[in-house]
């Protein structure tokens, strides 16, 4: 059986459940697995905060950046 026949047949269980009890087990495992998915995204220690402020200071000083104008303009042929 693939993967879109077998989600498909779980909407359809959980579309057909009538026992609350078994519906909130099904959401609260949804919610700790987005959680669980959501923890990986961490956020920069301060070290590499600055290093990435010291590199972006570095490149605009050098005038290796594009303005908003040019940007917008790439963007269009996109």
Known sequence: MDLQTRKLNVIEYIAGLEDE???NKIELTIL???VRNDRKLKP???KQLLSRA???SEDYKSERYKSQEVLEKESESW
Request: proline share 0%.
């Open 32 to 34: 700790e697995n987005k």
């Open 21 to 23: 009890s078994i519906f």
């Open 54 to 56: 010291k590199r972006s």
């Open 44 to 46: 920069f220690t301060q």
